[in-house]
């Protein structure tokens, strides 16, 4: 513990250094605009600033390149809240009851929730770090196929609690997703699936222009042509803090949704994507109104903005600890150190300990410098809400054709942004809900590549999935929960019919 | 008056003809990278592109144009106009990538000869690399072990038909072996999965195991290469073991659409020279622990061919997968 | 009766019908090793079940026409902005094409005065491309004339 307050106070000294702080300083500015721009996404910014920071030392970059990623977190939430468009992937959740709380005149709260719920779980992540990133790499080291396959079966089942309705009609969006998520070159055996020869559909459809033209443009569509356009809405001061209800209905969610973000930052793959998901599901499910979950629910905003924070910090535990990349971002980020000579591995913490204590000390300081940047915005970014519809809504188009462009520089995402568009459009005027749309097309090549890497592995056998520990408890735990919704499901309807007799015995008393 | 008029226009055309002859190049250049930012492409094609503007005198921007394992930035530029302005850093998966289409009947993405070969940069032998808790010391181990359990031994790559995959191929026919192959979706991943103990072995580049092998997570067995990798002196190639078709490189060479006109072709491998002489070019790549090897015009073009040879054999013979 | 129902149901049993058959070509490989034609298969199953599901309890769904689609005819006004936006994007160049697109929304669609439309969308067009191209360094595609 000693020895961790050195070093902590060795990394201060680096990461108080004026260049640093500079440097710390400018990712987390790029990092909230990446973030607040739709489409454009913590990798693409930091795929495009990483040439710039070939010429600066290595702690300077990977200071500035991790105030990117994590600060990208904070700025998401913004246009998910005030225009529904999903900032980046992680911010689809915050669209539905952000959004909603801002057409009840709640969007200060909703920003400053957001922004609060990202700092506290931004910085408890960090001090997880610290603290736990040795041990907790190997644990996440031990994840392979099977586990993921367990993993994200769960995350399956998880759709089940994200929209209310009926469930029928949700897990049809879901296996809807599911087979778009099928598009592209499979992993495992080299044939091109329904991408009828365009290239650019070889690595499926993306989840950016999926989420942005769901989400963002359909939003326009649904709105643009209303005799009655949105109300401008006048928020005063006053209003832009949340109450003291608010406040209390977003403590228990922002814990929850640090924790969970953590450990599913943690395991190596891109499935930090699915922490604001796997948050929003769990608030659900907790809540004791979930009825108010897409109508303007505290918990739906506080609960996944915090999980996608503290999954970043996660993120950076396989990085650091063993020099091992956890998904495409800490991949470019592990390149920006080799760039500069520094040889990331699991020696890194102990041959390079000024950067390892300083990169972490300047995270607490970026997340302070976020909070700083974030809540004196909400001030400014309501003011968009005064902005009328009808010139509003061009400009959204253009952020969105943008953001979506930005990412790989082909117009074949825009193509699948808008023919998303038209059809979130659709399926809204049709009453089946979108978001698990966009879960299911994450998680299916996912899943279908984590199964078939673990018959590979096991020569066809499935006794692999239950023979290893990690995966059998996950799927031993999945099924005890099917198993008791089942059971509750049944008992509901039992006392339904129970209590009919009951009743109409009332109405002739 | 008419015969100045004519002369002067005359002049003019015979002038701007010339000009535009080593006026070559006169805007800037695209460097097309189809890989993602931060990966072997990506990284070595920087510091060319930042030596070979100093040539040049021209900006050469880097473009990364990424999908499809690399068919997107390549046909990109298969497909662009050959003036010199768009060129291609391709890594050796630009030979597999037409014949895996034509093994599933597909029409190719682009195809080789519609590349003109400027220069290769660099030649990484692959590695290969087991944990350090594994039974075998030496290759001659592993391959015998591979022998007498056929099909039990796994090894993960970064895809199917990939870099890492076709060495492994080179090594199972040339050994008469068979190993149980796990794709993954990357290097990366691939690395994680044998860390992780989930696959027995990876056919790696050096750049990335090289800090896991000095930290004692990893063992390296033997190398693909034709010399013993510089930086791991003890560890023995695949030639000197006795397996001569086992030969593989992860490498980098720089090509141009074909058609692009022969003077500027020549200026362009010329800068290639220039560059890869440069000492900042040089301290770049050491710092990737990426030997630099070059070869141009006819030595590139054996170089190139006989590699695509190779490849396109290990491809076929893998066919494909499922219909075994 | 059309309901919303039965006519989301029907549509996703027929996807599923057109993944199917696109899928015939697809090995479809065995219960121990599934090859790329399992899983689009499997899902295509499920969801013609569930589309199917949909569509037969979806009586009591409200009628597709008292949905209300008023908003729809200015809908598909902006999809072929869109559309345009694409086949603009790298023909004419960004600028231009984003010029022409929120000029065409603006003046036209939201019948703004034509000066102030025009102000407008220059100024998103060119400022966005500022931020962008050249802050952000984000390449976006340049027209006739490098505009």
Same mark, same amino acid.
């Given at each position: 513990?000693?020895?961790?307050?050195?070093? %902590?106070?060795?990394?201060?000294?680096?990461?108080?250094?004026?260049?640093?702080?500079?440097?710390?300083?400018?990712?987390?500015?790029?990092?909230?605009?990446?973030?607040?721009?739709?489409?454009?996404?913590?990798?693409?910014?930091?795929?495009?600033?990483?040439?710039?920071?070939?010429?600066?030392?290595?702690?300077?970059?990977?200071?500035? /390149?991790?105030?990117?990623?994590?600060?990208?977190?904070?700025?998401?939430?913004?246009? !998910?809240?005030?225009?529904?468009?999903?900032?980046?992937?992680?911010?689809?959740?915050?669209?539905?009851?952000?959004?909603?709380?801002?057409?009840?005149?709640?969007?200060?709260?909703?920003?400053?929730?957001?922004?609060?719920?990202?700092?506290?779980?931004?910085?408890?992540?960090?001090?997880?770090?610290?603290?736990?990133?040795?041990?907790?790499?190997?644990?996440?080291?031990?994840?392979?196929?099977?586990?993921?396959?367990?993993?994200?079966?769960?995350?399956?089942?998880?759709?089940?609690?994200?929209?209310?309705?009926?469930?029928?009609?949700?897990?049809?969006?879901?296996?809807?997703?599911?087979?778009?998520?099928?598009?592209?070159?499979?992993?495992?055996?080299?044939?091109?699936?329904?991408?009828?020869?365009?290239?650019?559909?070889?690595?499926?459809?993306?989840?950016?222009?999926?989420?942005?033209?769901?989400?963002?443009?359909?939003?326009?569509?649904?709105?643009?042509?209303?005799? $009655?356009?949105?109300?401008?809405?006048?928020?005063?001061?006053?209003?832009?803090?949340?109450?003291?209800?608010?406040?209390?209905?977003?403590?228990?969610?922002?814990?929850?949704?640090?924790?969970?973000?953590?450990?599913?930052?943690?395991?190596?793959?891109?499935?930090?994507?699915?922490?604001?998901?796997?948050?929003?599901?769990?608030?659900?499910?907790?809540?004791?109104?979930?009825?108010?979950?897409?109508?303007?629910?505290?918990?739906?905003?506080?609960?996944?903005? !915090?999980? #996608?924070?503290?999954?970043?910090?996660?993120?950076?535990?396989?990085?650091?600890? %063993?020099?091992?990349? !956890?998904?495409?971002?800490?991949?470019?980020?592990?390149?920006?150190?080799?760039?500069?000579?520094?040889?990331?591995?699991?020696? %890194?913490?102990?041959?390079?300990?000024?950067?390892?204590?300083?990169?972490?000390?300047?995270?607490?300081?970026?997340?302070?410098?976020?909070?700083?940047? #974030?809540?004196?915005?909400?001030?400014?970014?309501?003011? $968009?809400?005064?902005?009328?519809?009808?010139?509003?809504?061009?400009?959204?188009?253009?952020?969105?054709?943008?953001?979506?462009?930005?990412? #790989?520089?082909?117009?074949?995402?825009?193509?699948?942004?808008?023919?998303?568009?038209? /059809?979130?459009?659709?399926?809204?005027?049709?009453?089946?809900?979108?978001?698990?749309?966009?879960?299911?097309?994450?998680?299916?090549?996912?899943?279908?590549?984590?199964?078939?890497?673990?018959?590979?592995?096991?020569?066809?056998?499935?006794?692999?999935?239950? !023979?290893?520990?990690?995966?059998?408890?996950?799927?031993?735990?999945?099924?005890? /929960?099917?198993?008791?919704? /089942?059971?509750?499901?049944?008992?509901?309807?039992?006392?339904?019919?129970?209590?009919?007799?009951?009743?109409?015995?009332?109405?002739?008393? | 008056?008419?015969?100045?008029?004519?002369?002067?226009?005359?002049? *003019?055309?015979?002038?701007?003809?010339?000009?535009?002859?080593?006026?070559?190049?006169?805007?800037?250049?695209?460097?097309?990278?189809?890989?993602?930012?931060?990966?072997?492409?990506?990284?070595?094609?920087?510091?060319?592109?930042?030596?070979?503007?100093?040539?040049?005198?021209?900006?050469?921007?880097?473009?990364?144009?990424?999908?499809?394992?690399?068919?997107?930035?390549? +046909?990109?530029?298969?497909?662009?106009?050959?003036?010199?302005?768009?060129?291609?850093?391709?890594?050796?998966?630009?030979?597999?990538?037409?014949?895996?289409?034509?093994?599933?009947?597909?029409?190719?993405?682009?195809?080789?000869? +519609?590349?003109?070969?400027?220069?290769?940069?660099?030649?990484?032998?692959?590695?290969?690399?087991?944990?350090?808790?594994?039974?075998?010391?030496?290759?001659? @181990?592993?391959?015998?072990?591979?022998?007498?359990?056929?099909?039990?031994?796994?090894?993960?790559?970064?895809?199917?038909?990939?870099?890492?995959?076709?060495?492994?191929?080179?090594?199972?026919?040339?050994?008469?072996?068979?190993?149980?192959?796990?794709? =993954?979706?990357?290097?990366?991943?691939?690395?994680?999965? *044998?860390?992780?103990?989930?696959?027995?072995?990876?056919?790696?580049?050096?750049?990335?195991?090289?800090?896991?092998?000095?930290?004692?997570?990893?063992?390296?067995?033997?190398?693909?290469?034709?010399?013993?990798?510089?930086?791991?002196?003890?560890?023995?190639?695949?030639? @000197?073991?006795? =397996?001569?078709?086992? @030969?593989? =490189?992860?490498?980098?060479?720089?090509?141009?659409?074909?058609?692009?006109?022969?003077?500027?072709?020549?200026?362009?491998? @010329?800068?290639?020279?220039?560059?890869?002489?440069?000492?900042?070019?040089?301290?770049?790549?050491?710092?990737?622990?990426?030997?630099?090897?070059?070869? +141009?015009?006819?030595?590139?073009?054996?170089?190139?061919?006989?590699?695509?040879?190779?490849?396109?054999?290990?491809?076929?013979?893998?066919?494909?997968?499922?219909?075994? | 009766?059309?309901?919303?129902?039965?006519?989301?149901?029907?549509?996703?049993?027929?996807?599923?019908?057109?993944?199917?058959?696109?899928?015939?070509?697809?090995?479809?490989?065995?219960?121990?090793?599934?090859?790329?034609?399992?899983?689009?298969?499997?899902?295509?199953?499920?969801?013609?079940?569930?589309?199917?599901?949909?569509?037969?309890?979806?009586?009591?769904?409200?009628?597709?026409?008292?949905?209300?689609?008023?908003?729809?005819?200015?809908?598909?006004?902006?999809?072929?902005?869109?559309?345009?936006?694409?086949?603009?994007?790298?023909?004419?160049?960004?600028?231009?094409?984003?010029?022409?697109?929120?000029?065409?929304?603006?003046?036209?669609?939201?019948?703004?005065?034509?000066?102030?439309?025009?102000?407008?969308?220059?100024?998103?067009?060119?400022?966005?491309?500022?931020?962008?191209?050249?802050?952000?360094?984000?390449?976006?595609?340049?027209?006739?004339?490098?505009?």
């Amino acid at each position: 513990m000693v020895e961790t307050l050195q070093n %902590l106070g060795l990394g201060f000294s680096v990461a108080l250094q004026p260049a640093v702080l500079l440097y710390a300083f400018v990712g987390c500015v790029v990092g909230t605009l990446v973030g607040v721009l739709p489409g454009v996404g913590p990798l693409a910014g930091i795929s495009l600033l990483l040439p710039a920071t070939f010429g600066l030392t290595a702690t300077n970059a990977i200071v500035m /390149l991790a105030g990117i990623y994590y600060g990208a977190m904070y700025g998401g939430s913004t246009t !998910s809240i005030l225009m529904r468009i999903p900032g980046e992937a992680a911010s689809v959740m915050t669209c539905i009851d952000g959004y909603a709380m801002a057409r009840k005149g709640r969007a200060g709260a909703a920003l400053a929730i957001a922004a609060i719920g990202s700092f506290i779980a931004g910085t408890v992540s960090v001090v997880a770090l610290m603290l736990l990133a040795p041990p907790l790499a190997g644990f996440a080291l031990r994840f392979g196929p099977p586990e993921y396959f367990a993993l994200l079966l769960l995350g399956l089942l998880v759709l089940a609690y994200m929209s209310g309705g009926s469930m029928v009609k949700s897990l049809a969006m879901a296996v809807l997703g599911l087979l778009l998520g099928m598009i592209g070159i499979d992993q495992m055996s080299g044939y091109f699936r329904f991408a009828y020869g365009v290239v650019e559909l070889g690595d499926g459809l993306g989840v950016v222009p999926i989420a942005v033209g769901l989400f963002g443009i359909a939003e326009v569509l649904a709105t643009a042509g209303q005799e $009655v356009p949105p109300q401008v809405l006048k928020p005063k001061l006053r209003e832009l803090l949340p109450s003291r209800r608010e406040w209390r209905e977003s403590v228990m969610p922002i814990g929850r949704g640090t924790v969970l973000g953590f450990l599913i930052g943690i395991i190596p793959g891109s499935a930090h994507i699915i922490s604001s998901f796997v948050s929003y599901a769990v608030e659900r499910r907790l809540s004791r109104h979930p009825e108010e979950f897409g109508q303007g629910a505290v918990a739906g905003v506080a609960g996944p903005e !915090s999980a #996608n924070n503290s999954a970043t910090s996660g993120a950076f535990v396989p990085m650091l600890a %063993l020099g091992v990349p !956890s998904g495409p971002i800490p991949a470019v980020m592990l390149a920006a150190l080799m760039v500069h000579g520094v040889s990331p591995g699991p020696l %890194l913490i102990k041959e390079q300990p000024a950067l390892f204590w300083g990169f972490i000390a300047s995270m607490y300081v970026g997340n302070l410098m976020l909070l700083a940047l #974030n809540l004196p915005m909400v001030g400014i970014f309501v003011n $968009v809400l005064r902005v009328p519809y009808s010139l509003l809504y061009p400009a959204i188009i253009m952020f969105c054709v943008v953001g979506v462009y930005a990412v #790989n520089g082909s117009v074949v995402d825009v193509w699948i942004a808008i023919v998303m568009g038209a /059809l979130g459009y659709v399926l809204r005027k049709l009453g089946f809900e979108t978001a698990p749309i966009v879960l299911g097309a994450i998680l299916a090549p996912m899943i279908e590549l984590a199964l078939r890497q673990s018959l590979a592995m096991s020569d066809g056998q499935y006794m692999i999935f239950v !023979s290893r520990p990690i995966s059998g408890t996950l799927l031993a735990f999945g099924a005890a /929960l099917v198993l008791l919704n /089942l059971v509750s499901w049944l008992g509901r309807g039992l006392d339904w019919r129970r209590r009919i007799p009951l009743d109409e015995k009332g109405e002739n008393l | 008056m008419k015969r100045l008029a004519l002369t002067g226009l005359l002049a *003019l055309t015979v002038a701007s003809s010339a000009a535009a002859q080593d006026a070559y190049p006169s805007r800037p250049i695209s460097l097309v990278v189809p890989f993602p930012p931060g990966g072997v492409a990506d990284l070595t094609a920087r510091p060319v592109a930042t030596a070979m503007e100093k040539v040049l005198k021209q900006p050469v921007g880097v473009v990364n144009k990424t999908g499809a394992a690399g068919a997107v930035g390549m +046909q990109f530029v298969a497909t662009s106009k050959p003036d010199g302005y768009t060129l291609l850093l391709a890594l050796s998966s630009i030979s597999i990538i037409p014949e895996a289409d034509k093994l599933f009947g597909r029409p190719p993405a682009f195809t080789v000869d +519609q590349f003109a070969p400027v220069a290769l940069i660099s030649a990484d032998p692959t590695i290969l690399v087991v944990r350090a808790e594994s039974p075998w010391k030496t290759a001659k @181990e592993f391959i015998e072990d591979a022998k007498k359990r056929p099909g039990q031994i796994s090894y993960s790559s970064s895809g199917i038909y990939g870099t890492l995959h076709m060495a492994m191929e080179l090594l199972s026919s040339a050994a008469g072996i068979k190993l149980r192959h796990v794709p =993954y979706a990357g290097a990366g991943p691939a690395l994680t999965a *044998l860390l992780g103990g989930h696959v027995d072995a990876l056919a790696s580049g050096p750049a990335v195991v090289l800090p896991q092998i000095k930290a004692g997570k990893l063992r390296a067995l033997a190398a693909w290469g034709d010399k013993r990798v510089a930086a791991l002196p003890e560890v023995p190639t695949f030639k @000197e073991l006795g =397996y001569p078709e086992a @030969e593989f =490189y992860i490498w980098a060479g720089l090509f141009a659409p074909r058609g692009t006109p022969e003077p500027v072709l020549a200026k362009l491998r @010329e800068a290639a020279r220039v560059a890869v002489g440069d000492p900042e070019f040089k301290t770049a790549m050491d710092k990737l622990e990426t030997p630099v090897t070059f070869k +141009q015009g006819a030595e590139f073009q054996k170089f190139f061919d006989a590699d695509a040879q190779r490849l396109a054999e290990g491809v076929r013979k893998v066919g494909r997968i499922e219909q075994k | 009766m059309l309901t919303t129902e039965r006519l989301g149901g029907s549509a996703l049993c027929l996807l599923a019908l057109f993944v199917m058959w696109e899928s015939r070509r697809l090995p479809l490989g065995t219960w121990h090793n599934p090859g790329p034609g399992y899983f689009p298969v499997l899902l295509a199953v499920v969801l013609l079940a569930l589309g199917g599901l949909v569509a037969f309890m979806g009586g009591r769904a409200p009628r597709v026409a008292d949905v209300g689609w008023g908003e729809a005819g200015q809908a598909l006004v902006i999809l072929g902005v869109c559309a345009f936006i694409c086949f603009g994007l790298e023909r004419l160049g960004y600028r231009l094409t984003m010029l022409g697109a929120l000029l065409f929304l603006v003046w036209l669609v939201e019948r703004r005065r034509l000066v102030a439309a025009l102000g407008f969308a220059a100024a998103l067009a060119f400022g966005s491309f500022y931020l962008f191209d050249t802050l952000l360094r984000v390449p976006l595609p340049r027209g006739p004339f490098n505009i």
